[in-house]
């Protein structure tokens, strides 16, 4: 597609993070190059992140994050006025559903960009099966943020499956003394692990609390009666599980602490001994990228683009796998060469992360094409 004048729809979901800052990200990238921009969504999601502000015009649908079939009818009524776009890029599964059923017989060229995978069973699961199979076969591209999603979509029958590239915004250093940080906090001197996440199923916090109360079990054992003075458990974030989580982290006197929504994350990162991630699955989790650009290690399961991101700057174990990540806190609660080896080699590999400037170069390059084939979207304006 050219630079000035293409006609690109972005649509998405309810978001209140990775995803809605992502489609600013491009809306404000590619409307600063002169395209002609709509985003549909939400409109909780357009106030969010300001998509008219952008230079982008924002377009009211209702696409939730769950089922909801009057929402559903009304969401594909919307998006078919998408039809006289040059290219339609959807965003999360929901979306590119939507997107490809309101779409079918337009011929207009449709992109989905997978930022997660399905990771609930039963009815809800089922539902997802369903999405998926419609994605894979409906869209002309499907970018993905892990090679397993890829593997996914092509067993299911995707004609052109790519990596997305998805990066964080810039990471602003902290300003502020460690000590101003730590007292605000509340914790003292003792080593913070942090985990930056939303409070639900996906990211696998029970797993947390399992590690932060094997890891205080291990160091009583190791001095009887002691008070705790071991490391402390900092997430930030919110979600559906709070109450549970703050349950069972008074019933069983974890140390965990529960920060809520924070704005803060380079402060958080500057006196982290390491970020913990023990999610269930995650794709390009820009938290992970803020981490690396910090230079805080990073301890993590395992899955989906997580390997490919941290490469050797993060310690990385099976999912669910308590021991495993017990064992790693634990390497790095005694700090010395190991922290310091990790931190040099998050640094480096933080620097080497792709920016907005690729991440444009990379759906620009999609748009022109995005089924192989040359088409009107690829055809230079005059």
């Known amino acids: ?162 990596a997305a590239v998805v990066p964080a915004p810039p990471l602003v250093p902290s300003t502020r003394r460690p000590g101003d940080i730590r007292a605000e906090l509340g914790t003292g001197d003792r080593a913070i692990f942090l985990t930056v996440a939303r409070l639900a199923q996906q990211k696998g916090l029970e797993t947390l609390l399992d590690v932060a109360g094997a890891v205080r079990d291990a160091l009583r054992e190791g001095e009887p009666g002691a008070a705790y003075s071991g490391p402390v458990f900092l997430v930030a974030g919110e979600g559906p599980l709070h109450e549970e989580l703050r349950r069972r982290i008074d019933r069983e006197e974890l140390p965990v602490l529960l920060l809520g929504p924070r704005t803060d994350v380079a402060d958080l990162l500057a006196v982290a001994r390491a970020l913990v991630v023990p999610s269930r699955w995650e794709g390009q989790p820009l938290v992970v990228q803020e981490a690396l650009r910090a230079g805080t290690p990073v301890v993590a399961t395992a899955v989906g683009g997580i390997p490919a991101m941290t490469g050797e700057a993060g310690v990385l174990v099976p999912y669910g796998d308590v021991a495993a990540m017990r064992d790693a806190v634990t390497e790095l609660l005694a700090g010395g060469g190991r922290v310091r080896e990790l931190a040099d080699a998050a640094t480096r590999r933080g620097r080497a992360l792709p920016g907005e400037a690729e991440a444009l170069e990379a759906v620009l390059t999609a748009y022109a094409s995005p089924s192989g084939r040359q088409g009107r979207q690829g055809r230079q304006r005059q």
């Open 1 to 162: 597609m050219a630079d000035r004048g293409g006609r690109v729809a972005l649509v998405l979901g309810t978001s209140a993070g990775g995803v809605g800052r992502h489609v600013a990200m491009l809306a404000g990238g590619l409307a600063r190059r002169g395209h002609r921009v709509v985003v549909a969504g939400p409109p909780s999601t357009g106030l969010a992140f300001g998509f008219a502000g952008l230079g982008a015009r924002f377009v009211p649908v209702p696409i939730s994050d769950r089922p909801r079939p009057p929402d559903d009818l009304r969401a594909l009524r919307a998006l078919r006025s998408l039809r006289g776009a040059d290219v339609v890029h959807a965003h999360g599964l929901r979306a590119g559903a939507l997107a490809a059923l309101a779409l079918t017989g337009t011929g207009t060229p449709l992109l989905v960009t997978l930022h997660n995978a399905a990771t609930a069973g039963g009815a809800v699961g089922a539902v997802y099966g369903l999405l998926e199979r419609v994605v894979a076969r409906r869209a002309d591209r499907i970018l993905v943020v892990s090679p397993d999603l890829g593997e996914r979509m092509t067993l299911l029958g995707a004609r052109r499956v790519e």
